[in-house]
């Protein structure tokens, strides 16, 4: 630490206009420097003074890291007319530069900062032209003054950067004033860190604006949890301990919020209590527009039943197959309404039931489109059904975000632009969220068929809200549940047995079975070792299928069999480190070429790419989500691109600087399989948290295989899980809103 150079910026290499990150070559006359860092004030032909340290990149070669930079605006004529001719200004170059150099001579200095309008006397220079160098150059030197005002209060100069962006001259009575407005305005500035902030600044810590904005950012962690709303006294709970004690009159701080119409209060009667709710103001209307939503969808037709019984044996002896009562309860009511729920475990009939509804619709000449909420998903029903599914976000024609720094997505399909298909049937319901419901459920008119089928025994959605269960809740939809296992299906022992945990019923770990079995396992090492034997050796061989096919499925992050530790084992075995693959080291560990990597948060902005022959692009698209997963297929290190190959042929770049999007998968999480599934899946079960220990989570986990599930360890944890049926319990009221409404508007009744 404590190195410095200073010289010219010669070129700028790289930068990434969000956060500034920038490679840039300097000249400090007697050589040239690579220097790399958070530069965004940074522009071709200034002169620099930069504090930092050398170092040296494994494929670059030395380089300077810039901690700390000062821009110089030289002051003698040569020097000034070599800034100006550089490119810095924009539209000066080396000609106009000597011009304006020749013209004011010593005087331009003070000539471009005080009395910009006079550079129209020099040839070539009109009075907007004047005006617009002279702004550039009062910007420049506004975002150089702010970023040494932010640097006091301990602001990195990517963060910086983006307050800049955000506020311009106005950061300065926000930092004073009430810093807590960074983590309601800007993209990844969160309480904690606005916290910091505000402390430095001098706030008190029983400030007005840091108690709103804790309640606040309490929702907001709560709606990371899943949760729609939380009661006022967990409320209360979770913010008193995040502001750090007890917090004095709580209620005048939710009235101030719900004036503002940030949170809306509501007293529901649970239990023969009254309780009150309290919702950010987009999860509430949101849950209640789907409410409302769902209920005006909710339509009978006036179809003749013995007219669709006849067409339903018609499709039974064309296509060869012979549906059970409640499959055709269930053609029969997707015939006869406008929305209709579809649910039932493995092995159940669900894709049976699914292809005649298509092939009875397809009889009426309607258009129909299919579509899951993952790739994956929609891959599976693709094959299950023989008809081209889509993604959800596709479905809608995702464009991207509303706003910069907002998470409020847009698709081209809306209320104002609907889908136009007469029949949209959604599977693997459990994982859609209440905002993605939300959005799908703007892009269809009443008069759509609507059918969504899911497993409501699975673990419910990644993103809030508790959607498919919520609706068999109400009672007000009409609901099939396919029950009977099929004779084909009662082969396999996954199928079998997932149905007797989910009926907590006791299952044969004798490894007798063909696709289902149980090593019992008491030593950490030794269940590491046999988990990677079994994905490195066994289960490609015996399932017939690629190493990278074969899904590690842990209850846990954390400990000697979570993710992280399992990951960092299989790399190390099953992608070893070579001369012939490019790594690139992040905070989250090492990624290598042919590394399986998930993507592990929603990016609406980040752009995907199917390219053809020789590279070329032949579909873009935006969006890439969480739980998507691939393979990375190169890493550049001159230009800082990482990049994945994902199902569906679509490639995805990456920064650098975006790789804390996403992490190694060779182990997932269940919650990250939902939606998924893989020949064969190994679930290591020691030391399972107690709350993780429920019957859901191993339903899910075991669900997630196709031809051969192994568990491996505790045979008391896994005895434990399916003796608990606790399930995860999420704060949402769609169901009562649900209820509401369709009394209100008379449509009651399910079934």
């Known amino acids: 630490m404590g190195e410095k150079i200073e010289g010219y910026v010669e070129h700028i290499i790289y930068r990434n206009q969000e956060n500034g990150y920038t490679v840039m070559t300097v000249s400090t006359g007697a050589d040239e420097v690579t220097c790399v860092g958070n530069l965004q004030e940074v522009s071709e032909g200034e002169y620099i003074e930069a504090d930092g340290e050398y170092g040296v990149h494994p494929t670059y070669g030395p380089q300077f890291h810039a901690i700390s930079v000062h821009v110089r605006i030289p002051q003698d004529a040569a020097a000034l007319e070599r800034y100006l001719g550089s490119g810095a200004i924009k539209g000066v170059g080396a000609a106009l530069a000597a011009r304006i150099m020749k013209h004011f001579g010593e005087d331009t200095l003070r000539i471009m900062e005080e009395e910009p309008e006079r550079l129209a006397e020099v040839k070539g220079i009109s009075e907007r032209k004047a005006r617009e160098i002279g702004e550039q150059v009062e910007e420049k030197s506004q975002m150089r003054n702010a970023m040494i005002f932010l640097s006091q209060y301990g602001v990195s100069l990517a963060l910086g950067v983006k307050i800049y962006n955000q506020y311009q001259d106005n950061l300065y009575n926000v930092l004073r004033e009430n810093p807590y407005r960074l983590a309601d305005d800007i993209a990844g500035v969160g309480f904690r860190i606005a916290d910091e902030i505000a402390a430095k600044v001098g706030i008190r810590p029983d400030s007005e604006f840091r108690i709103r904005s804790g309640l606040f950012y309490t929702l907001g962690q709560a709606a990371a949890e899943g949760h729609l709303c939380l009661p006022e006294s967990v409320l209360m709970r979770r913010a008193g301990e995040l502001l750090g004690g007890e917090v004095d009159q709580m209620e005048k701080y939710l009235m101030d919020l719900s004036i503002a119409g940030k949170i809306v209060v509501r007293e529901e009667e649970q ?187 699975q673990l419910p959605s990644v993103g809030p809200g508790s959607v498919l269960r919520d609706m068999i809740r109400s009672e007000v939809f009409p609901v099939v549940k396919l029950t009977t296992i099929f004779r084909q299906a009662q082969q396999s022992d996954i199928v079998v047995n ?196 429920t019957r859901n989570l191993l339903y899910t986990a075991v669900t997630r295989a196709k031809k051969c599930v192994v568990l491996v360890g505790d045979h008391e944890v896994f005895q434990e899980m399916i003796d608990n049926q606790t399930e995860e319990n999420r704060y949402t009221t769609l169901a009562q809103r649900i209820r509401e409404i369709a009394a209100e508007s008379g449509r009651e009744g399910g079934l």
């Open 271 to 457: 239990n023969g209590e009254t309780v009150r709710l309290i919702y950010t103001s987009q999860a509430y209307f949101t849950e209640l527009n789907t409410a409302r939503m769902l209920t005006d969808l909710n339509i009978e037709t006036n179809e003749n039943e013995a007219e669709i019984e006849k067409r339903i044996r018609r499709i039974e002896k064309e296509d060869g197959i012979e549906l059970d009562a409640l499959q055709v309860d269930a053609v029969k009511a997707a015939a006869r309404h406008g929305l209709f729920v579809l649910t039932g475990g493995p092995g159940t009939g669900k894709t049976t039931t699914i292809n005649t509804m298509i092939r009875y619709f397809e009889m009426e000449k309607m258009s129909i489109a299919l579509a899951a909420p993952t790739g994956r998903a929609a891959k599976r029903m693709t094959e299950a059904t023989g008809y081209e599914a889509s993604t959800i976000h596709r479905l809608l024609e995702l464009s991207g975000v509303m706003d910069e720094g907002s998470s409020d997505v847009r698709f081209e399909r809306n209320a104002d632009n609907p889908l136009e298909q007469d029949v949209i049937i959604i599977d693997e319901m459990s994982m859609v969220d209440v905002y993605l419901m939300h959005s799908l459920l703007q892009a269809i008119v009443p008069g759509t068929r609507l059918i969504l089928v899911g497993d409501r025994n």
């Open 498 to 693: 997932a149905h007797r945990i989910h009926a907590g019923l006791p299952v044969k770990t004798d490894n007798k079975s063909r696709d289902f079995f149980f090593l019992k396992r008491d030593d950490i090492r030794v269940i590491q070792r046999v988990v990677l034997a079994l994905v490195q050796e066994k289960m490609p061989k015996y399932v017939d299928a690629k190493i990278q096919d074969i899904q590690v499925l842990t209850p846990t992050r954390k400990g000697a069999l979570g993710v992280e530790s399992l990951n960092t084992i299989l790399q190390t075995y099953l992608n070893p480190a070579s001369p012939d693959k490019e790594e690139q080291e992040t905070p989250r560990g090492i990624f290598r070429v042919g590394d399986k990597v998930m993507q592990i948060r929603n990016d609406y902005q980040l752009e995907w790419e199917v390219r053809g022959k020789h590279g070329i692009t032949a579909q873009r698209g935006l969006g890439v989500f969480n739980g998507d997963m691939g393979i990375v297929k190169s890493i550049d290190h001159m230009q800082e691109i990482l990049t994945v190959d994902y199902d569906e042929g679509k490639t995805v770049d990456y920064t650098f600087k975006q790789l804390d999007e996403l992490e190694l998968a060779y182990a997932t999480t269940v919650h990250k399989a939902q939606g998924s599934e893989y020949p064969a899946v190994v679930i290591p079960l020691l030391g399972v948290p107690h709350m993780l220990r």
